[in-house]
């Protein structure tokens, strides 16, 4: 074979595997038969917690299409919850995260926010897309293993979760590639609950003030650092 000819196969291979990253790294969009619960426009359908400890003030506001989480005062994070409850659902979101925060993606949640989560641990840092509780003792948690191999850092990365049953039933993809399908090995809600709120969550941190070097959440948190999230629909089952 000519060093052309192969030249040219290297090209299309490298071309190949570029398009494959491409079709990972771009969110599709809401997916059909999903329903939106956010407008882009304001936060009719959501109301910020006044009663969890992360914070009640919540700088959270609607800016070019997306809902953008920052602490305010610096330290004070908090939640934001649907005004309506959901029990088996398919949500669609897209999240971006700064570096140096944390927060989370709340499901089956109660006012306090008491619920089932999703971490999102800054840009797709350790620990972003595992299953864990919040406020909850949980008898089954999850890990992202292959977070990795499909995260795009500084861009917008999707999230499709999946949740049915009494004893919940929960499935995760991001980007399209599946994360993790656990079922639990009972209902862990206060008083077996079976339905809940869809919740966003901001972390606090434990410094008035930044901390040089510090990151979330013990030590400080990224100044003016924030999560921004888009395209929220769901499809009930």
């Not at 993606?105 to 999703?118: D, K, M, P, V, W």
């Not at 909850?136 to 499909?150: D, H, Y």
Request: charged share 20%; with cysteine.
């Amino acid at each position: 074979m000519s060093s052309y000819l192969i030249n040219l196969l290297f090209l299309l291979m490298f071309m190949l595997s570029i398009g494959s990253t491409l079709s990972i790294a771009q969110p599709e969009g809401i997916p059909d038969g999903f329903e939106s619960i956010f407008n882009g426009e304001d936060l009719t359908g959501w109301h910020i917690s006044r009663t969890n400890h992360h914070g009640t003030v919540g700088n959270f506001y609607v800016e070019d299409g997306m809902i953008v989480m920052k602490q305010y005062p610096y330290g004070q994070g908090g939640i934001i919850l649907t005004d309506k409850r959901y029990a088996d659902f398919e949500l669609y979101l897209e999240v971006k995260a700064d570096p140096g925060t944390n927060g989370g993606l709340f499901f089956r949640s109660n006012e306090t926010g008491s619920a089932y989560q999703i971490e999102i641990e800054g840009d797709g840092q350790p620990n972003t897309a595992n299953l864990i509780s919040e406020m909850l003792r949980t008898t089954t948690r999850a890990s992202a293993e292959g977070l990795q191999e499909v995260w795009v850092p500084g861009d917008w990365n999707s999230f499709r979760l999946r949740v049915t049953g009494d004893v919940p039933h929960a499935i995760l993809w991001v980007n399209g590639v599946l994360m993790w399908n656990v079922k639990m090995e009972r209902n862990d809600l206060i008083a077996d609950a079976r339905e809940g709120m869809i919740a966003l969550q901001l972390h606090w941190s434990q410094t008035p003030t930044p901390v040089p070097g510090g990151s979330c959440c013990a030590y400080s948190w990224r100044p003016d650092g924030a999560h921004y999230f888009r395209n929220i629909a769901i499809k009930e089952l």
